[in-house]
């Protein structure tokens, strides 16, 4: 074996749901070879290198399946407003302003350490320049599922929606083989692109068999938006033009009806749930026990840094469970277990990957995460589902294993180095902010 992770609570997330305390997991190259106890493991492999995760648990990690990863650029520059207000007076601006390869570059490995940090070993990503994206994802280690956004209206890397698919196919070509990305055409949502370029980016990843990502759903205006010009929801919109398939992911889901998860359900669309966004948004609560109910694959995601802050799916997990507790008035709405599966399998089976990551089995890619349970909050310990959901925090993350590598050992990044990321991300900073005044000082200064 290249690898050995022994001595921890080895929270598989298999079809059984089993626990091994202790356990060990036994890694060779990419993939996970065997789960056991460490005596057993220990008799049967050696192993070039061996982590050892005594009072931790070992877990698949976190499959985050929707962000705008550069965005953390933006965190912080705009709070409490509702979404359209918040993208048309400070986030649009801003980007018009300063998105660049280079800010996409800054912003990705800024996310990237983020991600790393907090135990996030996949993320679904929607932006401009993915292709920068990729290879900062690359070079990271991460493994990641990228979209490169298509939408009506000229944005730094494309100034028509021909434009953006010609570079969607462009990207997709470079990186269709790759081992941890996998390239992906994002059509932003409907409302923001007319029928044909919707159908067309449909086309687009059909044609390489590559994920089709979108917005569906996230407020009221969008479906005010569809009812007045076609008389139908966003999502029957979408499917009388043949837009959906089983390789879709369509992200909030806010304000789809019983009669749109038949129609999702029926076209095999995974979903992903963004419950701080949509709180801090006030864009409202997305049906999420209704898909599950229905037999539709729920993950979960943290959306863009710039409105939720942060990239700590561990918070995503605690809220979701909260969140539909308070709203159903039912306790047991969402619990710790489900809330723990939609933030691995239940992502990975959004994302179409269940085959190959989101839990630990032998076989699947060996992603995974050693989570410390040694501070005074994790103590005493005595269910670690319960604790994953509702006490682990994203800086309890002791070790990161992307692909079989070690990315992050005993809260060092390996694969990044921290310093001169936090250092190009703070000069960055600086643009966006003078950026945003000057759109700032315009505005006031025009006439009304």
């Known amino acids: 074996m290249t690898l050995i992770v022994t001595g921890g609570t080895v929270v598989t997330m298999d079809p059984q749901h089993r626990i091994l305390s202790p356990g060990a997991v036994a890694i060779d190259g990419t993939r996970i070879v065997a789960m056991d106890t460490p005596e057993i493991i220990a008799r049967r492999f050696r192993a070039a290198d061996v982590v050892q995760a005594g009072g931790a648990v070992v877990m698949p990690g976190l499959v985050n399946t929707h962000t705008h990863a550069p965005m953390v650029m ?61 290879r900062a994802t690359r070079a990271a280690g991460l493994r990641a599922v990228l979209g490169e956004t298509v939408i009506g209206f000229p944005v730094a890397d494309a100034k028509t929606p021909a434009d953006a698919l010609a570079r969607a196919e462009r990207f997709i070509q470079e990186f269709k083989n790759d081992a941890l990305i996998t390239p992906a055409v994002a059509p932003h949502a409907f ?25 569906l759903a996230e407020t009221l205006d969008e479906v005010k938006t569809a009812r007045d010009k076609f008389q139908m929801t966003p999502a029957a919109y979408l499917d009388s033009l043949g837009f959906w398939g089983p390789n879709t992911l369509a992200a909030h889901f806010v ?109 699947k890619l060996a992603d995974l995460i050693v989570v410390s349970m040694q501070s005074a909050r994790q103590t ?19 070790t990161t294993i992307v692909n079989g590598r070690i990315l992050m050992r005993d809260r060092r990044v390996l694969s990044l180095d921290s310093r001169v990321v936090l250092a190009e991300a703070r000069a960055l900073a600086k643009k966006v902010q003078a950026a945003v005044n000057a759109a700032a000082a315009s505005q006031s200064s025009t006439p009304k």
Do not use: C
């Open 74 to 134: 933006y965190r912080g520059l705009a709070d409490d407003m509702a979404l359209m207000d918040w993208l048309q007076r400070y986030i649009f601006p801003a980007e018009a302003k300063t998105v660049s390869p280079e800010m996409v570059r800054i912003g990705t490995r800024l996310a990237a350490l983020e991600m790393i940090q907090s135990g996030t070993t996949i993320f679904t990503d929607m932006y401009y320049f993915e292709e920068v994206i990729a």
């Open 255 to 363: 304000h789809v009806t019983d009669d749109d998860l038949v129609i999702l359900k029926r076209n095999g669309v995974g979903l992903s749930h963004n419950p701080e966004s949509n709180m801090k948004l006030a864009s409202g609560t997305a049906p999420v026990t209704k898909a599950r109910a229905a037999g539709i694959a729920v993950g979960l995601g943290t959306d863009g840094a710039a409105s939720n802050n942060d990239l700590d799916m561990f918070e995503a997990m605690r809220q979701a469970a909260f969140l539909h507790k308070l709203v159903e008035n039912d306790p047991t709405a969402i619990s710790a277990q489900t809330a723990l599966e939609m933030a691995t399998i239940g992502g990975a089976r959004a994302l179409g990957l269940a085959d190959r990551i989101g839990s630990l089995e032998p076989g």
């Open 380 to 398: 005493p310990l005595y269910n670690p589902v319960s604790h994953l959901v509702y006490v682990t925090h994203g800086d309890d993350v002791r």
């Open 191 to 215: 409302y923001t692109n007319d029928a044909a370029t919707l159908q067309a980016a449909r086309d687009l990843a059909r044609k390489y068999g590559v994920p089709l990502l979108t917005h």
